[in-house]
């Protein structure tokens, strides 16, 4: 490959997909929308669920088709000897393999990392598992849901001294398939310039907890296990979400004084400014609970929408 | 060896999303040069957790975090001499991080029109909240603003309490965090490219959409009229009784929605007399709020009586997808952590040793692992810019 092709950044790259569900596909995507040709394998014998869930075209599946767009899709049957001799002469003439399936199901299927480097010693492998492919836990799996209740995220979402809540379920499977994404075009990089290919191991659990790597911090440094504290911020009052009008919401956020001051003002209240409660960050976080239901008083009136493009306005 | 070796990355980042962009870099082995400005540094330098009352420049938990393995170097980018120095260095380089704005680039001449007469081999990275562009109503916002507009924040919790405020990701920086692993995912993808065409480009990331990015097989089931586009909160949940429930110890997840669930279930709890009048394929046909009730009722009865770790364990053996709800303190004791080395340590002159938290790749050839703690201020201004940081 030579001269300026300049089509996406993986142009000419052959991403093959052994995947399932959403985090791989979404890894497989993200290379498929820098350029990569991808080919996810399929058959019709373990159809993955997102084709069928709740439509009835197994061809038009509204969510197969955002995880899936610009790839080709084969069938072949994994479970002969024939069909997975096709996936190797596949494998054979491409760059990247990226699989999601069950712990140790590669091996079973005679697609190991081994048998792969076999025929393409080159091949960036990138096998992707709730808690990697290695180590005590590794026979685990679980669902989204899980990546982020084991990786500490989970107990960080949570209303003030009550129990975690934990994100939306839908969190944790598109953000596992883009960390896994990264560190594959990294080791594309590294097969450019030195043509030596790797296998990958990426962990969903650990995809998560680098999601708040900072309030680890806190314990390694002081010990302090961090929990849920709503929608508030150790360094910014106001910092949350507050009602409007139609059962809306609005975000507000004052990084330092002055954008407070802008609030004060806006609120038609200049005085709370220099008010003895909220007169400096730290006031404004002992008065937190006060503070915050002046401000529900407030918006409380107003429409979010409406309420929003005013306090932009006034650089808010 | 390391990926990214030999890369010269020039980081102009004051924020989380760009010093995390640059530090994904660093940890897969740029050379990451960041400007910092004279005597006072990375905003991020006064923001905690601190270790303890200090809270100067070389104290910040945030800042060590976000920075490992990087070189901190001094200048004024806002003096007409910073920038001659800037300018003349540039050439030096592979590539920037910024996360500023339309007007901090313009005066930088690093925008994209710019960027693309001057500099034709350079990769630049810009990260912003809403793109580079935005409307009228998002010119202001911190990563709170840009969760809650994302729509991850109007449907966080699960099962939310539609009296109860829209609640924020975890942690303060999620959104920032995201974006960063998007960035980097670009810079590597068009440095890759370089190496071909011998041209760099402008890479050009927004928050907002990353995050709206992220949820992409839920948003095409409501654009195609699969899934109701509605203002519930609870829009994008699953149903059922799964869930994070309290135990003797803390806090379990429990998730059910299959008949194998149910039957490893059966095995699972001391009393299941209850479970009798439950069909077998409840979870997938006839999830009704009543069952709901009652599954969750007993489960939380069974759940005083267990420990996390030991309720989790019994549960896997069983095919029952039941796990700890984990936190800062479970996570340095996991030995699923400890055997890949999650957490390493480095020894800073001011934080002593610490551990670390690391990526979540293991690379077999390249390994990525963040090799040196975060920079003083300054601390490599000497040689710093001049040679690369060499």
Same mark, same amino acid.
């Given at each position: 490959?030579?001269?300026?092709?300049?089509?996406?950044?993986?142009?000419?790259?052959?991403?093959?997909?052994?995947?399932?569900?959403?985090?791989?596909?979404?890894?497989?995507?993200?290379?498929?929308?820098?350029?990569?040709?991808?080919?996810?394998? #399929?058959? #019709?014998?373990?159809?993955?669920?997102?084709?069928?869930?709740?439509?009835?075209?197994?061809?038009?599946?509204?969510?197969?088709?955002?995880?899936?767009?610009?790839?080709?899709?084969?069938?072949?049957?994994?479970?002969?000897? #024939?069909?997975?001799?096709?996936?190797?002469?596949?494998?054979?003439?491409?760059?990247?393999?990226?699989?999601?399936?069950?712990?140790?199901?590669?091996?079973?299927?005679?697609? *190991?990392?081994?048998?792969?480097?076999?025929?393409?010693?080159?091949?960036?492998?990138?096998?992707?598992?709730?808690?990697?492919?290695?180590?005590?836990?590794?026979?685990?799996?679980?669902?989204?849901?899980?990546?982020?209740?084991?990786? *500490?995220?989970?107990?960080?979402?949570?209303?003030?001294?009550?129990?975690?809540? $934990?994100?939306?379920?839908?969190?944790?499977?598109?953000?596992?398939?883009?960390?896994?994404?990264?560190?594959?075009?990294?080791?594309?990089?590294?097969?450019?310039?030195?043509?030596?290919?790797?296998?990958?191991?990426?962990?969903?659990?650990?995809?998560?907890?680098?999601?708040?790597?900072?309030?680890?911090?806190?314990?390694?440094?002081?010990?302090?296990?961090?929990?849920?504290?709503?929608?508030?911020?150790?360094?910014?009052?106001?910092?949350?979400?507050?009602?409007?009008?139609?059962? #809306?919401?609005?975000?507000?956020?004052?990084?330092?004084?002055?954008?407070?001051?802008?609030?004060?003002?806006?609120? $038609?209240?200049?005085?709370l400014a220099v008010d003895e409660r909220f007169s400096t960050l730290a006031k404004r976080k002992l008065n937190e609970d006060a503070l915050n239901q002046i401000i529900t008083t407030w918006t409380s009136r107003h429409n979010a929408q409406a309420l929003a493009t005013e306090l932009q306005a006034l650089g808010i | 060896m390391t990926s990214l070796q030999g890369l010269k990355v020039l980081e102009l980042a004051e924020s989380v999303a760009g010093e995390y962009c640059g530090k994904l870099l660093a940890d897969f082995g740029a050379d990451i040069i960041k400007i910092e400005k004279p005597g006072y540094g990375s905003p991020t330098r006064r923001m905690g957790?601190?270790?303890?009352?200090?809270?100067?420049?070389?104290?910040?938990?945030?800042?060590?975090?976000?920075?490992?393995?990087?070189?901190?170097?001094?200048?004024?980018?806002?003096?007409?001499?910073?920038?001659?120095?800037?300018?003349t260095v540039l050439a030096q380089f592979d590539a920037v991080i910024d996360d500023h704005g339309i007007e901090w680039l313009r005066e930088l001449e690093l925008d994209a029109e710019t960027v693309q007469q001057n500099h034709r081999g350079l990769v630049v990275c810009s990260i912003s909240n809403f793109g580079l562009e935005p409307p009228e109503d998002r010119r202001h916002a911190e990563d709170i603003n840009v969760f809650h507009s994302s729509g991850w924040g109007y449907h966080t919790p699960t099962g939310a309490d539609p009296a109860k405020p829209p609640l924020s990701g975890a942690g303060r920086f999620l959104p920032s965090y995201e974006a960063g692993i998007e960035g980097a995912m670009c810079m590597i993808a068009a440095l890759y490219e370089r190496a071909n065409s011998t041209l760099g480009q402008f890479i050009e990331i927004s928050k907002q959409e990353v995050l709206a990015s992220r949820i992409d097989y839920v948003l095409a089931q409501m654009v195609a009229g699969e899934m109701n586009v509605s203002t519930e909160r609870t829009a994008y949940d699953l149903g059922g009784p799964a869930g994070i429930f309290p135990c003797k110890d803390g806090y379990i997840y429990i998730w059910l929605s299959a008949p194998a669930h149910w039957e490893g279930l059966r095995q699972l709890l001391d009393d299941t007399t209850w479970m009798a009048e439950f069909p077998d394929n409840w979870l997938e046909r006839e999830c009704t709020p009543e069952r709901v009730a009652l599954c969750r009722q007993h489960l939380v009865a069974w759940l005083k009586t267990q420990s996390k770790h030991d309720a989790a364990e019994k549960a896997q053996k069983l095919g029952v997808t039941l796990v700890a709800v984990n936190n800062a303190q479970d996570l340095v004791e996991s030995p699923q952590y400890q055997f890949r080395e999650f957490f390493v340590e480095l020894e800073h002159p001011q934080l002593g040793i610490q551990r670390y938290p690391t990526v979540p790749y293991r690379l077999s050839a390249t390994p990525a692992r963040p090799a040196a703690p975060a920079p003083l201020l300054g601390q490599h201004n000497e040689k710093g810019l001049r040679e690369g940081g060499r």
């Open positions: 490959m030579t001269g300026q092709l300049r089509g996406g950044p993986l142009q000419g790259v052959r991403v093959v997909e052994l995947t399932k569900v959403w985090a791989g596909p979404y890894t497989g995507k993200l290379l498929a929308f820098l350029g990569a040709e991808v080919i996810r394998i #399929e058959s #019709e014998k373990s159809l993955d669920v997102t084709r069928f869930y709740g439509v009835d075209d197994i061809n038009k599946a509204p969510g197969f088709m955002a995880v899936n767009p610009q790839k080709l899709s084969v069938q072949i049957d994994m479970k002969s000897k #024939e069909g997975i001799n096709l996936i190797l002469d596949l494998l054979r003439e491409s760059d990247v393999l990226i699989e999601n399936l069950r712990p140790g199901a590669v091996k079973r299927l005679g697609l *190991g990392y081994d048998v792969v480097k076999a025929v393409k010693p080159d091949i960036v492998y990138t096998s992707m598992g709730m808690y990697g492919n290695e180590g005590p836990l590794a026979y685990q799996t679980g669902y989204a849901p899980c990546f982020a209740a084991l990786s *500490g995220l989970s107990s960080l979402v949570g209303y003030e001294n009550q129990p975690p809540a $934990g994100m939306n379920v839908r969190y944790a499977d598109s953000t596992f398939g883009a960390a896994a994404a990264l560190a594959t075009v990294a080791a594309l990089f590294h097969r450019r310039r030195t043509g030596i290919g790797q296998y990958v191991d990426v962990s969903a659990v650990e995809s998560m907890t680098s999601m708040i790597g900072d309030s680890l911090m806190d314990y390694m440094l002081i010990g302090y296990i961090q929990t849920g504290y709503g929608n508030r911020h150790p360094e910014m009052a106001p910092h949350g979400v507050f009602p409007c009008v139609d059962d #809306e919401w609005i975000s507000v956020a004052a990084s330092d004084d002055a954008v407070w001051h802008k609030i004060a003002n806006a609120m $038609g209240q200049p005085a | 957790p601190f270790a303890g009352a200090e809270t100067g420049t070389e104290h910040s938990g945030l800042f060590a975090y976000l920075n490992t393995g990087k070189r901190s170097v001094e200048l004024d980018l806002s003096s007409e001499t910073g920038r001659e120095i800037f300018r």
